[in-house]
Protein backbone atom coordinates (compact mmCIF):
# COMPACT_ATOMS: atom_id res chain seq x y z
CA UNK A 1 0.00 0.00 0.00
CA UNK A 2 1.64 3.36 -1.07
CA UNK A 3 0.70 5.35 2.14
CA UNK A 4 2.37 8.57 3.61
CA UNK A 5 2.13 7.06 7.11
CA UNK A 6 1.62 3.61 8.94
CA UNK A 7 0.36 3.18 12.64
CA UNK A 8 1.47 0.13 13.83
CA UNK A 9 -0.49 -1.85 16.41
CA UNK A 10 0.95 -4.83 17.90
CA UNK A 11 -1.38 -7.01 19.14
CA UNK A 12 -1.41 -10.78 21.57
CA UNK A 13 -4.96 -12.23 23.08
CA UNK A 14 -6.25 -9.16 23.75
CA UNK A 15 -9.14 -8.40 21.39
CA UNK A 16 -11.97 -6.62 23.72
CA UNK A 17 -9.33 -3.78 23.62
CA UNK A 18 -8.07 -4.19 20.29
CA UNK A 19 -11.61 -3.97 18.99
CA UNK A 20 -12.08 -0.36 21.23
CA UNK A 21 -8.37 1.31 19.72
CA UNK A 22 -9.72 0.23 15.94
CA UNK A 23 -13.08 1.73 16.81
CA UNK A 24 -11.62 4.99 17.80
CA UNK A 25 -9.66 5.35 14.69
CA UNK A 26 -12.32 4.70 12.52
CA UNK A 27 -14.11 7.66 13.18
CA UNK A 28 -10.59 9.94 12.14
CA UNK A 29 -9.75 10.68 8.90
CA UNK A 30 -7.46 8.01 7.57
CA UNK A 31 -6.51 9.48 4.38
CA UNK A 32 -2.70 8.18 3.00
CA UNK A 33 -2.91 6.23 6.30
CA UNK A 34 -1.96 2.37 6.45
CA UNK A 35 -3.12 0.88 9.38
CA UNK A 36 -1.29 -2.20 10.28
CA UNK A 37 -2.51 -4.29 13.18
CA UNK A 38 0.54 -6.95 13.59
CA UNK A 39 -0.83 -10.20 15.67
CA UNK A 40 1.26 -12.20 18.25
CA UNK A 41 0.19 -15.49 17.60
CA UNK A 42 -2.54 -14.82 19.09
CA UNK A 43 -5.37 -18.19 19.96
CA UNK A 44 -8.26 -15.73 20.16
CA UNK A 45 -9.81 -15.40 16.62
CA UNK A 46 -9.77 -12.09 14.88
CA UNK A 47 -12.23 -12.60 12.38
CA UNK A 48 -14.96 -10.03 14.41
CA UNK A 49 -12.34 -7.34 14.42
CA UNK A 50 -11.34 -8.24 11.14
CA UNK A 51 -14.77 -7.45 9.35
CA UNK A 52 -15.18 -4.68 11.24
CA UNK A 53 -12.17 -3.23 10.23
CA UNK A 54 -11.88 -4.26 6.16
CA UNK A 55 -9.73 -0.61 6.26
CA UNK A 56 -6.83 -2.51 8.36
CA UNK A 57 -4.16 -4.68 6.89
CA UNK A 58 -3.33 -7.63 9.58
CA UNK A 59 -0.31 -9.37 9.22
CA UNK A 60 1.14 -12.19 11.64
CA UNK A 61 4.62 -12.48 13.56
CA UNK A 62 4.79 -15.53 15.27
CA UNK A 63 7.99 -14.60 17.15
CA UNK A 64 7.09 -13.57 20.78
CA UNK A 65 7.36 -10.24 21.63
CA UNK A 66 6.15 -6.89 20.89
CA UNK A 67 9.50 -5.36 19.88
CA UNK A 68 9.44 -7.96 16.96
CA UNK A 69 5.80 -7.01 16.46
CA UNK A 70 6.49 -3.72 15.44
CA UNK A 71 10.02 -4.50 13.58
CA UNK A 72 7.55 -6.48 11.14
CA UNK A 73 5.27 -3.86 10.89
CA UNK A 74 7.93 -1.21 10.06
CA UNK A 75 9.27 -4.04 7.22
CA UNK A 76 5.84 -4.43 5.90
CA UNK A 77 5.14 -0.47 4.66
CA UNK A 78 7.07 1.82 2.82
CA UNK A 79 5.43 5.14 4.47
CA UNK A 80 7.80 7.90 5.68
CA UNK A 81 6.14 8.55 8.52
CA UNK A 82 6.09 5.64 11.06
CA UNK A 83 3.56 5.76 14.48
CA UNK A 84 3.56 3.25 16.61
CA UNK A 85 0.14 2.90 18.84
CA UNK A 86 -0.58 0.05 21.66
CA UNK A 87 -3.35 -2.36 21.29
CA UNK A 88 -5.07 -1.42 24.44
CA UNK A 89 -4.56 2.75 24.20
CA UNK A 90 -7.53 4.40 22.98
CA UNK A 91 -6.56 7.67 20.30
CA UNK A 92 -8.26 10.53 21.05
CA UNK A 93 -10.38 11.85 18.49
CA UNK A 94 -8.01 13.82 16.13
CA UNK A 95 -4.44 12.04 17.53
CA UNK A 96 -4.13 11.02 13.73
CA UNK A 97 -4.09 14.24 12.79
CA UNK A 98 -1.60 15.08 15.04
CA UNK A 99 0.35 12.37 14.64
CA UNK A 100 1.05 12.73 10.73
CA UNK A 101 1.34 16.65 11.85
CA UNK A 102 4.34 15.49 14.22
CA UNK A 103 6.32 13.88 11.48
CA UNK A 104 7.42 16.63 10.23
CA UNK A 105 8.25 18.31 13.95
CA UNK A 106 11.59 16.31 14.55
CA UNK A 107 13.31 12.67 14.55
CA UNK A 108 11.20 11.35 17.34
CA UNK A 109 8.19 12.92 18.65
CA UNK A 110 6.49 11.49 22.08
CA UNK A 111 3.03 11.97 22.57
CA UNK A 112 0.65 12.20 25.66
CA UNK A 113 -0.41 9.59 27.81
CA UNK A 114 -3.47 9.68 30.57
CA UNK A 115 -5.37 6.90 32.39
CA UNK A 116 -8.70 5.57 32.68
CA UNK A 117 -10.45 3.04 34.73
CA UNK A 118 -11.81 -0.30 33.15
CA UNK A 119 -13.95 -0.85 36.15
CA UNK A 120 -16.90 0.98 38.50
CA UNK A 121 -15.30 3.15 41.30
CA UNK A 122 -13.84 3.41 44.07
CA UNK A 123 -10.68 2.47 42.47
CA UNK A 124 -8.96 -0.66 43.69
CA UNK A 125 -5.10 0.24 45.34
CA UNK A 126 -3.39 -0.48 41.86
CA UNK A 127 -5.88 1.71 40.27
CA UNK A 128 -4.99 4.35 42.37
CA UNK A 129 -1.44 4.11 41.89
CA UNK A 130 -1.67 3.91 38.22
CA UNK A 131 -3.74 7.23 38.20
CA UNK A 132 -1.05 9.15 39.74
CA UNK A 133 2.33 7.18 38.65
CA UNK A 134 1.73 5.90 35.44
CA UNK A 135 2.82 6.77 32.46
CA UNK A 136 5.10 10.11 33.24
CA UNK A 137 5.40 10.74 29.91
CA UNK A 138 6.47 14.38 30.41
CA UNK A 139 9.42 13.55 32.47
CA UNK A 140 10.33 10.32 30.25
CA UNK A 141 11.14 12.63 27.31
CA UNK A 142 12.06 16.02 28.85
CA UNK A 143 14.43 14.47 31.50
CA UNK A 144 15.00 10.61 30.60
CA UNK A 145 15.30 10.97 27.39
CA UNK A 146 12.53 8.07 26.06
CA UNK A 147 9.38 8.00 24.84
CA UNK A 148 6.96 4.96 25.69
CA UNK A 149 6.26 3.14 22.08
CA UNK A 150 2.49 3.19 23.04
CA UNK A 151 2.40 6.88 21.56
CA UNK A 152 5.36 7.73 19.16
CA UNK A 153 6.32 9.42 15.46
CA UNK A 154 9.09 8.66 13.91
CA UNK A 155 10.05 9.08 10.15
CA UNK A 156 10.98 5.82 8.03
CA UNK A 157 14.92 7.18 7.51
CA UNK A 158 15.80 7.41 11.15
CA UNK A 159 14.04 4.20 11.77
CA UNK A 160 16.43 2.62 9.41
CA UNK A 161 19.55 4.15 10.65
CA UNK A 162 18.88 3.79 14.33
CA UNK A 163 18.32 0.01 13.54
CA UNK A 164 15.19 -2.21 14.95
CA UNK A 165 13.67 -2.61 18.84
CA UNK A 166 15.35 -4.73 20.50
CA UNK A 167 13.38 -7.77 21.94
CA UNK A 168 13.90 -8.80 25.85
CA UNK A 169 14.86 -5.46 26.98
CA UNK A 170 12.85 -1.94 27.62
CA UNK A 171 12.79 -1.82 24.08
CA UNK A 172 11.47 2.00 23.75
CA UNK A 173 14.18 3.35 26.24
CA UNK A 174 16.62 1.47 24.53
CA UNK A 175 15.93 2.42 20.83
CA UNK A 176 15.55 5.90 22.10
CA UNK A 177 18.71 6.10 23.79
CA UNK A 178 20.55 4.39 20.99
CA UNK A 179 18.87 7.46 18.29
CA UNK A 180 20.18 9.85 20.52
CA UNK A 181 23.45 8.44 20.21
CA UNK A 182 23.26 8.62 16.56
CA UNK A 183 22.10 12.31 16.60
CA UNK A 184 18.89 12.01 16.51
CA UNK A 185 16.29 14.87 18.69
CA UNK A 186 13.52 13.91 20.62
CA UNK A 187 10.75 16.48 21.32
CA UNK A 188 7.14 15.88 23.42
CA UNK A 189 4.11 16.97 21.52
CA UNK A 190 0.66 17.04 24.03
CA UNK A 191 -1.46 17.64 21.47
CA UNK A 192 -1.37 13.90 20.14
CA UNK A 193 -2.81 12.13 23.17
CA UNK A 194 -4.10 8.84 23.98
CA UNK A 195 -5.79 7.00 26.65
CA UNK A 196 -4.28 3.89 28.55
CA UNK A 197 -6.70 1.75 30.80
CA UNK A 198 -4.69 1.19 34.59
CA UNK A 199 -4.09 -2.24 35.71
CA UNK A 200 -7.47 -3.26 37.66
CA UNK A 201 -5.87 -5.19 40.60
CA UNK A 202 -2.25 -6.28 42.42
CA UNK A 203 -2.06 -9.62 40.16
CA UNK A 204 -1.81 -7.09 36.88
CA UNK A 205 0.57 -4.82 38.53
CA UNK A 206 3.20 -7.49 39.58
CA UNK A 207 2.82 -9.05 36.36
CA UNK A 208 3.48 -5.57 34.64
CA UNK A 209 6.15 -4.10 36.79
CA UNK A 210 8.47 -8.42 36.99
CA UNK A 211 8.02 -7.91 33.19
CA UNK A 212 9.81 -4.07 33.21
CA UNK A 213 12.24 -4.91 35.61
CA UNK A 214 13.37 -7.85 33.75
CA UNK A 215 13.67 -5.51 30.56
CA UNK A 216 15.46 -3.03 32.78
CA UNK A 217 17.79 -5.59 34.46
CA UNK A 218 18.95 -6.66 31.07
CA UNK A 219 19.45 -2.64 29.48
CA UNK A 220 21.52 -1.96 32.85
CA UNK A 221 23.31 -5.24 32.50
CA UNK A 222 24.46 -4.32 28.73
CA UNK A 223 25.43 -0.60 29.78
CA UNK A 224 27.43 -2.15 32.62
CA UNK A 225 28.42 -5.89 32.11
CA UNK A 226 30.25 -8.17 35.04
CA UNK A 227 29.82 -7.54 38.52
CA UNK A 228 30.55 -4.03 38.62
CA UNK A 229 27.20 -4.04 36.92
CA UNK A 230 25.90 -6.43 39.49
CA UNK A 231 26.95 -4.05 42.26
CA UNK A 232 25.55 -1.14 40.85
CA UNK A 233 22.03 -2.78 40.46
CA UNK A 234 22.05 -4.02 44.27
CA UNK A 235 22.70 -0.21 45.33
CA UNK A 236 19.85 0.92 43.07
CA UNK A 237 17.74 -1.62 44.88
CA UNK A 238 18.45 -0.80 48.43
CA UNK A 239 17.51 2.96 47.02
CA UNK A 240 14.24 1.66 45.95
CA UNK A 241 13.32 0.28 49.35
CA UNK A 242 13.19 3.59 50.25
CA UNK A 243 11.58 5.37 47.43
CA UNK A 244 8.19 4.78 48.32
CA UNK A 245 9.05 7.50 50.86
CA UNK A 246 9.19 10.85 48.87
CA UNK A 247 6.26 9.62 46.64
CA UNK A 248 3.83 9.37 49.17
CA UNK A 249 2.90 13.06 49.74
CA UNK A 250 2.33 13.08 45.97
CA UNK A 251 -0.33 10.22 46.06
CA UNK A 252 -2.07 11.16 49.65
CA UNK A 253 -2.45 15.03 48.23
CA UNK A 254 -3.24 13.87 44.75
CA UNK A 255 -6.52 15.38 43.02
CA UNK A 256 -6.79 12.90 40.80
CA UNK A 257 -7.87 10.34 43.96
CA UNK A 258 -11.37 10.45 45.27
CA UNK A 259 -11.48 10.10 49.34
CA UNK A 260 -9.29 8.94 52.24
CA UNK A 261 -9.97 4.88 51.49
CA UNK A 262 -8.89 5.53 48.03
CA UNK A 263 -5.74 7.64 48.60
CA UNK A 264 -4.87 4.98 51.61
CA UNK A 265 -5.45 1.75 49.08
CA UNK A 266 -2.96 3.38 46.98
CA UNK A 267 -0.50 4.22 49.52
CA UNK A 268 0.16 0.64 50.52
CA UNK A 269 -0.01 -0.11 46.89
CA UNK A 270 3.08 2.23 46.36
CA UNK A 271 4.85 0.66 49.63
CA UNK A 272 4.20 -2.78 48.89
CA UNK A 273 5.64 -2.58 44.97
CA UNK A 274 8.54 -0.71 45.67
CA UNK A 275 9.77 -3.15 48.54
CA UNK A 276 8.63 -6.16 45.94
CA UNK A 277 10.73 -4.33 43.19
CA UNK A 278 13.88 -3.74 45.56
CA UNK A 279 13.05 -7.59 46.84
CA UNK A 280 13.36 -8.70 42.74
CA UNK A 281 16.09 -6.20 42.32
CA UNK A 282 18.63 -7.77 44.95
CA UNK A 283 17.96 -11.00 43.38
CA UNK A 284 19.01 -9.81 40.16
CA UNK A 285 21.97 -8.71 41.43
CA UNK A 286 22.70 -12.00 42.74
CA UNK A 287 22.20 -13.71 39.26
CA UNK A 288 18.56 -15.24 40.25
CA UNK A 289 15.79 -15.01 37.88
CA UNK A 290 12.52 -13.78 38.61
Known sequence: ?????????????????????????????????????????????????????????????PAKGAALARNRGVAESRAATVVFLDSDCVPA???LAAARAAGGRADIVGGAIDVFDETPPPRSGAEAFETVFAFNYKDYIERKGFSVTANLVTARRVF?????????????????????????????????????PTRSDWPALVRK?????????????????????????????????????????????????????ERLRGAATLIRLRLLRSWWMLRQAAGATI
Not at 1 to 13: D, Q
Not at 172 to 195: H, I, N, P, T, Y
Not at 223 to 239: D, Q, S
Request: glycine fraction near 6%; charged fraction near 25%; hydrophobic fraction near 45%.
Open 93 to 95: PGW
Open 160 to 196: EAVGPFVNGLSEDAEWCFRARDRGFRLVLDESMRVSH
Open 209 to 261: WRRIAREMFALHMQAHPGMAGRLRWALRALAMAASWLPHLPRLLFSRRLRGTA
Open 1 to 61: MNAACAVIIPHYNDVARLRRCLAALRSQDRAGVDILVVDNGSTESLEAVKAENPGVRFVTE
